[in-house]
């Protein structure tokens, strides 16, 4: 598997002379797998104006584009690039679109094809050139031929959010954002008035089988791209409860289930290059000679080969 990163940042694309290094486009992931003329998209952020343009300039002439863009959640920033995404207005081209619903009457071809419409795009979704079809998912684990399996798991988002295990040939690689760990949501100082003894410990419990479930599921990961938007000083401060997970819970984690290398990711469009590079900076020479893993941030243009 090859992974190449488009869109890095969380939140809003955030250009400018303070994201050129680490990138200013919002969520978009590229999958490709040997031997296969296949693409795999994962999020349709702002970065995936980019990847379409690139599309078009190397895999046009190879045939007919068939392309699965998985969507993590339907947050805007995780979705805005659609419009902009030059392969659906090229005839022949086969677009499935995957992710999950909330609990909105409409369904994903609706929440995100409403984009094109005359009020927000000059393009209609019903002038599109391109077939597209769209699929909800579930947590369940997807065949996707060519020995290629992906399975779902539901994350901590204020908004319906999936994670992503890509599976090929004895290679993982996963996505874990937006989220952020699950915390008991009951009193547990007995001195609170709305103190429960039993919804307390019921609380803990519970969040930490969550947080442990979603250990199991990066569990030895050859990648794991991992939300890692605040520091833990910013997040226990004012973000509890925003979706998003700090540095140092992201490393722990990720060590804890033994994967072999972490990348920071949906950095906060506040941050800037030098703030990014001073923290991984830091993070490496934290864990230095107490783990094998590897740790850096995601950065657009980035490859991987797994």
Not at 33 to 51: K, P, Q, T, V, Y
Request: net charge negative; aromatic share 12%.
């Amino acid at each position: 598997m090859k992974i190449k990163f488009w869109g890095v940042r969380g939140s809003i694309p955030c250009p400018g002379p303070d994201t050129v290094e680490y990138g200013g486009n919002t969520a978009c992931l590229e999958l490709r797998i040997e031997n296969s003329n296949r693409i795999i998209i994962i999020d349709a952020g702002s970065g995936i104006r980019a990847l379409g343009d690139s599309i078009m300039k190397n895999d046009l002439a190879k045939g007919p584009l068939k392309i699965d863009i998985f969507i993590t959640h339907t947050h805007w920033d995780h979705i805005m690039g659609f419009p902009f995404f030059t392969p659906i207005y090229i005839p022949g081209t086969e677009i499935n679109v995957y992710g999950p619903v909330t609990y909105e009457d409409e369904g994903l071809d609706r929440i995100i094809g409403d984009q094109l419409r005359y009020r927000y795009f000059p393009v209609k979704q019903s002038e599109l050139s391109a077939s597209i079809n769209y699929h909800p998912l579930k947590e369940r684990t997807l065949d996707l031929g060519d020995g290629l399996f992906v399975t779902t798991k539901y994350l901590n988002h204020p908004i319906l959010c999936l994670g992503y295990r890509f599976e090929y040939r004895a290679k993982s690689f996963c996505t874990a954002y937006d989220t952020e760990p699950f915390l008991n949501l009951f009193p547990t100082d007995p001195s609170d008035p709305g103190y429960d003894e039993v919804a307390a410990i019921e609380g803990e419990e519970v969040a930490r089988e969550e947080n442990e479930k979603l250990l199991q599921f990066f569990k030895g990961a050859d990648l794991l791209v991992y939300d890692s938007q605040y520091t833990k000083e910013e997040y226990e401060s004012s973000r509890k409860g925003w979706g998003h997970t700090n540095f140092e819970f992201a490393l722990n984690s990720a060590h804890k289930a033994r994967v072999k290398k972490l990348l920071f990711f949906h950095h906060d469009p506040l941050r800037t290059d030098s703030q990014l590079s001073e923290l991984v900076k830091t993070y490496k020479a934290r864990i230095k000679g107490k783990t094998s893993m590897e740790v850096d941030a995601a950065r657009e243009g980035m490859e991987i080969d797994l």
